[in-house]
């Protein structure tokens, strides 16, 4: 099947600092990629539709600037959360759709943000 | 802006037992739905995508089914083991791009 990969699985950091987390499609070319959110005990909330050699769409309520998306290739999508602050704590998790026009969805592990 | 429920929130049944898990969604005008499983602190699993054009999709124990028109689906798991135990979520797919909007899931418990 499909596999979808992400890194870091997890990543501690500052206040004030950035950190880039990476969405690889490691078996196929996802020209649509998916970020999402997840905080305890929640569902998954979409924050932005990644599409490949243009600008993310961006879910209302996500700013766009403290969220930077790039999706500079068919298998990789990156999110930099910028200026993380302790709200920011949550399991971010990627995913990437079939190129068919109702493909399915495969997500990838999740990478597990802890601002301090 | 469409909006999904599941119900119920939570479900403990013993191992053996036949168990449907639903899902309810507002808009009707989605383009498919799929049934996600994830374990505490992991990602998710796909389990069973339903096109819109369907009414249901089975993959061994499991059987999805999908009222368009009515806006429901359910997740039928037979015989269930202590391994089913996880958090069930429903996610319908609808918008050019087919973005999911996700129900609050179900924790199932299957005690041994």
């Known amino acids: 099947g499909a596999v979808v990969s992400q890194h870091p699985s997890w990543v501690i950091c500052k206040s004030g600092t950035s950190v880039k987390i990476e969405c690889r499609s490691l078996d196929f070319q996802a020209t649509t990629m998916f970020w999402y959110r997840q905080f305890p005990k929640q569902s998954l909330m979409l924050m932005a539709t990644s599409n490949e050699g243009s600008k993310a769409t961006y879910e209302q309520g996500v700013e766009k600037d403290k969220f930077l998306i790039n999706h500079a290739s068919l298998t990789l999508s990156t999110l930099t959360v910028t200026s993380a602050h302790p709200e920011d704590s949550s399991f971010y998790i990627c995913s990437a759709r079939l190129p068919l026009l109702a493909g399915e969805q495969y997500f990838g592990p999740g990478t597990r943000l802890t601002v301090t | 802006k469409q909006e999904v429920t599941q119900i119920p929130a939570a479900l403990s049944v013993p191992e053996g037992e036949n168990l449907v898990l639903n899902c309810s969604f507002t808009?009707?005008?989605?383009?498919?739905l799929q049934w996600f499983r994830q374990d505490p602190g992991k990602g998710l699993t796909s389990l069973l995508l339903?096109?819109?054009?369907?009414r249901e999709q089975t993959s061994g124990r499991l059987n999805a089914s999908l009222d368009k028109s009515s806006g429901r689906s359910t997740l039928y798991i037979a015989a269930s083991q202590p391994g089913d135990s996880a958090t069930y979520l429903c996610a319908v797919g609808a918008g050019s791009a087919r973005q999911l909007t996700f129900g609050s899931g179900t924790q199932l418990t299957v005690l041994p």
């Open positions: 339903i096109q819109s054009s369907q």
């Open positions: 808009d009707s005008a989605i383009y498919n």
